[in-house]
């Protein structure tokens, strides 16, 4: 806490309540607005994510860094530090006398916003607390049934904006391509699709961005070119392009020093035929997360089960799921379900990483892991499949399937809805009420735009 009573929580506040109307201007003078503060990040790295801002004109899209007094960037070492090369705008409260410029550990000159020139803030607004703001739309009589519709509504808005993200990416794929729309059929084009869709699940909230880029690097004709030559060579190109394949030198576990030395052997022979960027170790994000959410967990599994979905036509197989007559809902999500189950070799039966043996939980991702993937890639694959190609058949089993997936288990933000949205009016017994509460929570509950929320109009 500063003398004048200022902190960086303070300077949080008044950032995240800022408003696209309100006119800025940042420490060079040039004008600044900003259109999204972004997403508050409760671990390692930028204190916002993906905010939005046009700066003289132009606009940017990346990190938030917020401190205090403008030379904490460097005395907290961001500007060695790649996890910052995203950042934005340095969002300080206190300036020095003498001019300071933020830059990132690739050089780059970060803009500074001020609050107030003298060091004061700009009023702060009321928040809502999430654990102690309480919603009166559950006592209402219809509010069960009103609340489910507004779920389900929600939810499936987070469907659609996930069909326009694929669709976005499949048309990016044939103009790479030379192709046009009427060789949508081609599968090749669909299978690096859903290929990319099942790379970036693995990554979850942290490794998303890192897995989505790692499948765009390693496109399928590459892993299809060595995909018959066995794991060890899929394992080698994995970790060897993600960055994430260690020295083996100073690993202490016996086992994992062979086992590293044998990839790094076919690595280096693939490394000589391979023509792309390669990742690096700082790309990935560790902290805070349970050992077999780890990146070199979830590049095993990958390695495990690609070969399966690197088949000819992978896409078609999956697609198929969902067009074969008689079957049951249940049972198309158990045949989806089936393209992630693997035996891990012997190596992967008894680690998590390359540091040490870890008894215990399997590198096997979990059925909400597994549902989330169907959730996020495959349903809204075959929704925009089925509208391209009017395939009704498609988009009736799509639809069915979602809403009977089960939910994921409870985090802290449906958590949070239940507890003080609903208030047991209703149970979140699915997925796409699951997802429905998250939209609701990030669109109105952590705004505090009560006076907007659908749940009450």
Not at 115 to 127: H, S, T
Not at 175 to 183: A, C, D, F, G, M
């Amino acid at each position: 806490m500063n003398k004048d009573g200022s902190s960086e929580a303070s300077i949080r506040r008044t950032w995240e309540h800022i408003t696209p109307v309100t006119l800025l201007c940042a420490s060079d003078d040039r004008p600044l607005f900003v259109l999204s503060p972004g997403r508050p990040n409760s671990d390692g790295g930028p204190d916002y994510l993906d905010a939005l801002i046009r700066l003289d004109g132009r606009l940017y899209r990346g990190d938030v860094e917020v401190h205090l007094h403008e030379r904490d960037w460097e005395l907290h070492h961001h500007n060695a530090d790649v996890h910052y090369n995203g950042v934005i705008l340095h969002v300080v409260g206190l300036r020095g006398r003498l001019k300071y410029v933020a830059r990132t550990a690739g050089k780059r000159r970060v803009p500074t916003l001020v609050m107030q020139p003298d060091g004061g803030f700009l009023p702060v607004m009321p928040i809502h607390n999430s654990n102690t703001f309480s919603c009166a739309v559950a006592t209402l009589p219809e509010a069960p049934e009103k609340l489910r519709r507004t779920l389900l509504h929600l939810g499936w808005e987070r469907i659609e904006r996930r069909v326009a993200v694929l669709d976005a990416r499949l048309n990016e794929l044939l103009r790479v391509e030379h192709s046009t729309r009427n060789e949508l059929t081609a599968d090749a084009v669909w299978d690096q699709l859903l290929y990319e869709g099942i790379v970036e699940g693995m990554g979850y909230a942290k490794n998303k961005k890192p897995f989505r880029e790692l499948a765009q690097i390693v496109q399928l004709p590459v892993l299809q070119r060595w995909a018959c030559e066995g794991s060890d060579v899929m394992m080698a190109l994995l970790f060897g392009v993600s960055g994430l394949l260690p020295s083996s030198r100073g690993l202490k576990d016996k086992e994992s020093r062979h086992y590293v030395l044998r990839l790094r052997k076919r690595w280096g022979s693939l490394r000589k035929e391979l023509h792309c960027p390669l990742m690096h170790e700082a790309d990935w994000l560790f902290f805070r997360l349970r050992p077999v959410n780890f990146p070199t967990a979830r590049l095993a599994v990958l390695s495990h089960i690609l070969p399966r979905l690197l088949q000819k036509s992978g896409a078609r197989q999956i697609l198929k799921c969902f067009r074969t007559p008689g079957l049951t809902t249940r049972q198309r999500r158990e045949r989806l379900r089936e393209f992630f189950a693997f035996t891990p070799d012997e190596f992967w039966s008894t680690h998590l990483h390359f540091r040490g043996s870890a008894p215990g939980p399997s590198i096997a991702l979990g059925t909400d892991r597994i549902d989330a993937i169907i959730f996020n890639t495959f349903v809204p694959a075959a929704l925009l499949h089925a509208r391209l190609f009017a395939d009704r058949t498609l988009h009736l089993h799509a639809r069915t399937l979602a809403r009977a997936l089960p939910p994921p288990q409870r985090n802290s933000i449906t958590r949070t809805v239940e507890r003080n949205v609903l208030h047991g009016a209703l149970t979140i017994n699915s997925a796409i009420l699951h997802h429905g509460a998250i939209e609701l929570y990030r669109t109105y509950c952590e705004s505090g735009l009560c006076a907007h929320c659908r749940a009450k109009t």
